[in-house]
């Protein structure tokens, strides 16, 4: 085993851990560790950050903080699949239905963002075919999906309601809200 494989390995059990140099030149045996990290980083997509990325994090420290390997997607698939696939599934998220400019429900500070993702990670041998792409937000990548993702028709009829006027979705809102909250 190479000494990128042994440190992607010990990343990958060890996500959301501050792991420090030493160990890190331990586990990768060889002195240029630090190039092998950057390696996972750039040509991988492993967000795996440092004290220049977070203030959190000392010089010497590193962290991979989620299993999102978001720029290796980002690098195979075209810009034109990409919009392919952003129009196939109508700008919504098919885990939990959000679309572009939505609240990130887990950080009210921040917008979920759209990937494409892979079904079948490419790992457990997935492919960039079409049938193994969607579209998934920010925080459903970083594996906080739903548990009870929703229905296909209720995603095809946001991805529909998306599309529409901000008049026409206030009128859908009041009409479910008035069914909804009306006392038995
Ligand atoms: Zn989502």
Do not use: W
């Amino acid at each position: 085993m190479g000494a990128r494989d042994k440190l992607r390995e010990h990343f990958l059990s060890n996500v959301g851990k501050v792991l420090t140099t030493q160990q890190l030149r331990k586990v990768a045996g060889v002195s240029e560790y630090g190039r092998r990290i950057r390696e996972l980083r750039d040509e991988e997509g492993f967000q795996i950050k440092t004290h220049i990325d977070r203030a959190d994090l000392k010089p010497g420290e590193y962290i991979l903080e989620a299993l999102d390997q978001m720029l290796v997607i980002a690098r195979t698939i075209s810009p034109q699949l990409r919009n392919e696939i952003l129009e196939r599934n109508g700008f919504t998220c098919q885990l939990c239905g959000a679309g572009p400019g939505d609240t990130d429900p887990f950080n009210p500070h921040r917008k979920v963002r759209l990937h494409i993702d892979h079904i079948i990670p490419i790992s457990q041998g997935g492919t960039d075919d079409k049938d193994n792409l969607r579209v998934s937000c920010s925080a459903c990548n970083q594996g906080k999906a739903n548990l009870q993702p929703p229905s296909e028709t209720a995603l095809n009829i946001v991805a529909k309601i998306r599309k529409l006027s901000k008049s026409e979705q206030r009128e859908i809102y009041e009409i479910l809200k008035r069914k909804f909250e009306t006392k038995p």
